[in-house]
């Protein structure tokens, strides 16, 4: 007997014979891990964008008035608002494009499941 489980990414077994129903990889465990490595890498870049921005900020506080300390900080807050509107702008994008062809470029999934 096969039941599919919830989440699509493996297949629950049950041997012939009455055993422990075994969990068995499919391919579409492929679209698990992709969804979970993009959902990471995002949230990872986030944070980092945080971490800069604090970072930043603290050096922009203990800089007392030394333009190279100042300069320095400046510019870590500038790349970390940066890559912000990167990440943001990529989002954007990948929205606008499917508002204009009604296709979901947001969520991975492999054809033909």
Do not use: H
Not at 40 to 46: K, P
Not at 65 to 82: D, F, H, N, R, V
Request: aromatic share 8%.
């Amino acid at each position: 007997m096969i039941n599919w489980q919830a989440n699509g990414c493996s297949v629950i077994v049950t041997p012939p014979g009455g055993g422990a129903p075994i969990e068995v990889a499919t391919i579409q465990g492929f679209e698990c891990i992709v969804q979970v490595a993009l959902n990471l890498a995002v949230r990872l870049a986030g944070i980092a964008v945080f971490v800069m921005l604090i970072i930043g900020g603290f050096k922009y506080l203990t800089s007392g008035g030394e333009p190279k300390a100042k300069e320095s900080a400046q510019k870590t807050i500038t790349y970390a608002i940066l890559g912000l509107a990167l990440l943001l702008g990529g989002w954007l994008i990948l929205r606008f494009i499917g508002e204009f062809t009604g296709i979901d470029v947001t969520q991975f999934s492999i054809p033909g499941k």
